[in-house]
């Protein structure tokens, strides 16, 4: 029985902002499926409903999704592994011949000296001065979203940000900001870093026998979905 957790990478970080080429069938069916709920308009994807959506994609094919669900334990068994996971119902646990690891860093932040760089996003309300599409500072942009009202603050951060640092990162970018932009008011925070790697492709038969394979180095939801769909990791 395989079982998954919905990704943070792509869904909550709302980042990139584009959904990537499909060139496989799920994927053009996927981004006119997008585009028809009006999540994905002129390019632009608007990133809150994307969990719903890939929620209720991934249980009409058939899989066994854990959310609102965190991963606290992974042991080696006879058979496989042992994994214990934290939900709303409390702990739980299963056994299972492999683990397919694509969070950004790693479990138990293995793969944390991969990552080049991160970025935070949040999302504002409101309009640029004069026409103005986006806006550039130096380790920050604002760009256009997809409702006319809609933009993304990004902020760039080191790879080495913790969550706490980054939002005070964050909120100062966005104080320094605000008299360039004064018809702009802050609405959400995303919930997960964006991270960039290297330009090699990441495959980590790491030490404990987990498979470590970052969605977010493929840069962009579309690819990254068809590249879990094709690359065999035997």
């Known amino acids: 029985m395989t079982?998954?957790?919905?990704?943070?990478?792509f869904l909550i970080a709302y980042d990139p902002l584009e959904p990537g080429k499909p060139k496989m069938e799920l994927g053009q069916h996927i981004c006119s499926d997008l585009e028809d709920c009006g999540i994905?308009?002129?390019?632009?994807?608007?990133?809150?409903p994307l969990a719903d959506y890939f929620t209720d994609l991934m249980t009409q094919?058939?899989?066994?999704?854990?959310?609102?669900?965190?991963?606290?334990?992974?042991?080696?068994?006879?058979?496989?592994?042992?994994?214990?996971?934290?939900?709303t119902d409390g702990l739980s646990s299963f056994t299972v011949?492999?683990?397919?690891?694509?969070?950004?860093?790693?479990?138990?932040?293995?793969?944390?000296?991969a990552v080049h760089a991160k970025a935070l996003t949040a999302t504002l309300q409101g309009k640029l001065p004069d026409g103005k599409e986006e806006l550039r500072v130096p380790g920050a942009i604002i760009r256009k979203g997809v409702f006319p009202d809609e933009w993304l603050l990004r902020v760039e951060m080191p790879p080495t940000a913790k969550w706490h640092d980054a939002r005070l990162k964050l909120h100062s970018t966005w104080e320094a900001l605000k008299p360039q932009c004064p018809e702009l008011k802050s609405a959400a925070e995303a919930g997960a870093f964006a991270c960039t790697y290297g330009g090699k492709r990441i495959h980590r038969p790491g030490a404990n026998g987990i498979k470590w394979v970052p969605g977010a180095q493929f840069g962009n939801l579309i690819t990254a979905l068809e590249e879990g769909l094709s690359w065999n990791l035997d």
């Not at 994905?40 to 809150?48: A, D, E, I, R, T």
């Not at 094919?61 to 669900?69: D, T, V, Y």
């Not at 397919?100 to 793969?111: H, N, Q």
Request: hydrophobic share 30%; glycine share 8%.
């Open 97 to 113: 011949a492999n683990v397919i690891d694509t969070t950004p860093e790693g479990w138990r932040d293995a793969g944390r000296s």
């Open 61 to 87: 094919r058939g899989c066994n999704l854990l959310l609102n669900a965190e991963t606290t334990e992974i042991e080696h068994v006879t058979n496989g592994f042992r994994v214990t996971v934290c939900a």
């Open 3 to 9: 079982r998954a957790l919905d990704p943070t990478e």
């Open 40 to 48: 994905l308009s002129n390019g632009k994807l608007h990133h809150p």
